[in-house]
């Protein structure tokens, strides 16, 4: 090594000493006031920074970046102006460090070294806020003060002795100033070093939470306000002009050279960012140009006072693009989490313009001789400021990350816990919300539960979240209401749900048995008795239909926003279509019996011919019944049209179960779609059986009356016993006829009713599913007894 430094050291121009010497010997009033002016612009850098960082992350971390901004510059001066002044100014030992016991502990005498010393201050704390952006969002306040510490007292002073070191004196210098190495303002020696302990810090403490998918891709997390950090990239260029003018340490005409170059290059790297942003991803995003303006700032900060304006805008522009470049690599490749960019922006664009400056400097300003030499000097000088001060970083704050209590499974104390991190730093490091931002957490505990217990939001009138809270405060205690609403009647629909379905299996599996007690007299009274316990059953049924109809109707008007309405009356009909079923069945039998009894009295025509007067009394009593049996039929027509309102019943059931179904979502909106239409089937099939049976009976009474009045023609006839027995013969063929229609009626009312009953049992199937998906959302109602006690009492 130390080979290499000699031979270099050959190189340099035999006047740089004297020179060096010169420069520093005397300082005017002039000196002092320009130099504490830029060290105030220098200052004003700390402000920039903490808008630039609050701005680019979210809004629950932007309290925490801004504590940082400020801690770091109050510890780098504690820091800086205890042991790092001295380390890095004293007398060199060897050219690697310095030391004073002078300057220990501010220990600083004379106006030009406190005027330099407040200088160096501002660098410091330069170099230390650059870490803050990287490691936003997810860094212990403990952890980063730690890092601000090892910066000021150590990392920063070592590698500014090697460039900077005899800035104060004049006499000695580091090693790398011995071999002619150009960094004037600090690309290298402030912008990389705070960069590259940086780095460390973001391997050591991983990226935050959701910037990565699963596939490893990068997921963007906006900052919550662009115009912050663009007022910020603005300050900081503002102060720039102190940073790189200010360390000419002397009011002459070369600061107008020097700030010239850093206002072109910094506007050269933000139009290369914004044009290279806008082709990579189609829009331009506030970022590309900010981060391309401060990549040409830092850029340039090297050989601002080497280079010619031209060759200032060259750096920036290629400054600019080589930091766009680098944060992708990093982001896309390498998956180094850093949300403001600040190691492509400070860290590479801060090497590759300290390059720069050896390829494009003035020739009177090469340093090192020869552009090849100089050249080779600036890699050497990045090359060992890089090794020191990532090296160091990431040994001592991995020896920090494992002292420090770890708060968070496998990381250690440099990260907050995973809990810390998802509610904002600016809660679980300072207890400080922003205004908006308990509603926000309350909203966001809505969003990922929409049934969690949102407690109210307690603001004092006069915040900008008042009246916001206060809004959603009755929107929350709504929704509690409602909860409790739908929690009740799920209860209730559960409860009913399962009544009316055991209700439904009972009658299907025909434990209901309901059985008409039917009397008969003799041969041909039968005849007017089962025709009466058709109209009875028919009656039996119109009554329980609109017995249905108005449970139904009930249940409608307390239920109409629950499915329990759609269950109740599918249910209901379903019984009905059971009982209806068998009474069809006895009836069928009846008539059979019937038809064997007519069968029999055609027979028995010959004991009509015996006696014509028991002849002329069955007529008159055939001609009564017949009578009797119109009239009945007519109820039974009358009773029909009850029928047709059970019907229209029906159908509005089906329109509210469409309702429910659009209401709906996923299964149960499914669910309720399918009953909708079978319901709605249920009511075309009841309707057109209505039509039906209401077409019979009308052939039946016209098929009596004719009898009626055929029987009444026969008075006459009964002087001749055979014209008697001729009419009766006539009438019992019309009874005969008559039966046989009933069959084919009864027939097409039997095939009704087994599709109706297979029409309800899919309806059953779909209220189970639906009493199924009411359970799934209300698993712990218990259906208890006292539940469907209520509810039968209701």
Not at 36 to 45: E, G, K, Y
Not at 692 to 708: F, K, Q
Request: glycine share 10%.
């Amino acid at each position: 090594m130390k080979a290499v430094l000699a031979v270099l050291a050959t190189l340099l121009t035999p006047g740089i000493a004297a020179a060096g010497t010169e420069r520093f010997a005397l300082h005017t009033d002039l000196d002092h006031v320009w130099t504490m002016t830029a060290a105030a612009l220098v200052f004003m850098m700390q402000a920039g920074f903490l808008l630039l960082e609050a701005g680019q992350v979210r809004s629950k971390n932007s309290i925490n970046v801004a504590q940082k901004n400020l801690v770091d510059f109050i510890l780098s001066t504690l820091a800086f102006g205890s042991i790092g002044f001295a380390l890095m100014f004293g007398p060199s030992l060897g050219g690697w460090i310095g030391f004073s016991s002078d300057y220990i502990f501010f220990n600083t005498e004379g106006d030009w070294s406190l005027t330099f010393f407040v200088f160096q201050l501002m660098f410091c704390g330069t170099a230390a806020t650059i870490v803050s952006g990287a490691v936003a969002e997810r860094a212990t306040m403990s952890g980063y003060m730690i890092c601000t510490l090892l910066i000021g007292c150590l990392i920063y002073p070592v590698s500014g002795h090697w460039a900077w070191g005899g800035l104060l004196s004049g006499e000695t210098e580091g090693w790398l100033a011995r071999l002619g190495f150009i960094d004037f303002a600090g690309s290298t020696v402030v912008h990389s070093v705070g960069a590259w302990v940086a780095l460390a810090a973001i391997i050591l403490i991983g990226p935050r939470l959701g910037r990565y998918d699963a596939a490893g891709r990068p997921v963007t997390l906006h900052g919550h306000s662009p115009v912050l950090s663009t007022l910020g990239a603005l300050i900081l260029w503002i102060g720039w002009i102190g940073f790189n003018g200010g360390s000419t340490n002397i009011g002459s005409g070369a600061i107008a050279g020097i700030i010239a170059n850093t206002i072109v290059s910094g506007a050269a790297g933000g139009a290369v960012g914004l044009i290279i942003g806008a082709r990579k991803t189609g829009i331009y995003r506030p970022e590309h140009l900010i981060n391309g303006s401060l990549a040409g700032l830092v850029g340039i900060t090297a050989g601002c006072d080497a280079v010619a304006t031209q060759s200032a805008f060259l750096i920036g522009a290629s400054a600019g693009a080589v930091a766009f470049l680098a944060r992708e690599m990093l982001d896309r490749v390498w998956r180094l989490d850093d949300p403001l960019g600040a190691i492509s922006v400070h860290g590479v664009a801060g090497a590759w313009g300290t390059l720069m400056a050896g390829a494009l400097a003035r020739p009177d300003a090469l340093m090192a001789g020869s552009r090849i030499a100089q050249i080779g000097v600036q890699a050497l000088g990045i090359g060992a400021v890089f090794v020191w001060a990532f090296g160091t970083a990431f040994v001592l704050l991995r020896i920090v990350d494992a002292l420090l209590p770890a708060p968070d499974g496998p990381r250690g104390g440099l990260r907050v816990t995973r809990e810390a991190e998802e509610a904002g730093l600016n809660i679980a490091e300072h207890d400080a919300p922003l205004g908006l931002s308990g509603l926000v957490r309350a909203m966001a505990r809505i969003a990922e539960n929409p049934s969690a217990e949102i407690g109210r939001i307690e603001t004092e009138p006069g915040e900008e979240s008042h009246e916001a809270a206060t809004l959603f405060n009755g929107i929350a205690e709504n929704i509690r209401r409602k909860a409790e609403t739908d929690r009740r009647l799920a209860d209730q629909s559960e409860a009913l749900l399962a009544d009316l379905a055991g209700t439904i299996e009972a009658v299907l599996d025909g434990r209901l048995d309901r059985r008409m007690q039917i009397g008969h007299e003799g041969p041909f009274a039968r005849v007017p008795g089962s025709i009466n316990a058709m109209i009875g059953s028919v009656e039996t049924m119109v009554g329980e239909i609109a017995a249905s109809a108005q449970s139904v109707a009930a249940h409608a008007a307390q239920l109409s926003a629950q499915s329990a309405t759609l269950t109740s009356g599918s249910t209901d009909q379903a019984r009905q279509i059971g009982s209806v079923s068998e009474e069809m069945a006895e009836l069928r039998a009846e008539v059979d019996r019937n038809g064997a009894r007519l069968e029999q009295a055609l027979l028995n025509s010959e004991l009509a011919r015996q006696s014509a007067a028991d002849a002329a009394e069955i007529s008159q009593r055939a001609v009564a019944g017949m009578e009797q049996a119109s009239a009945a039929i007519g109820r039974i027509a009358a009773g029909l049209e009850m029928i047709d309102e059970v019907a229209f019943a029906t159908r509005l059931l089906s329109l509210n179960a469409s309702v429910e179904a659009a209401r709906a979502s996923g299964t149960a909106g499914a669910g309720f779609s399918v009953v909708a239409q079978e319901v709605r089937s249920l009511a075309e099939t009841t309707t057109a059986s209505a039509a039906d049976i209401r077409g019979m009976l009308n052939g039946v009474r016209e098929t009596v009356t004719g009898a009626v009045r055929e029987v009444a023609g026969t008075d006459h006839a009964l002087e001749d016993i055979r014209g008697r027995i001729a009419s009766n013969a006539t009438l019992l063929a019309e009874v005969e006829e008559m039966e046989a229609r009933s069959r084919t009626l009864l027939a097409r009312v039997e095939t009704t009713l087994s599709d109706l009953a297979q029409s309800s049992r899919k309806v059953l199937e779909e209220a189970d599913q639906t009493r199924q998906v009411a359970s799934e959302l209300h698993s712990n109602a218990a259906r208890t007894t006292a539940t469907v006690e209520r509810y039968r009492a209701a």
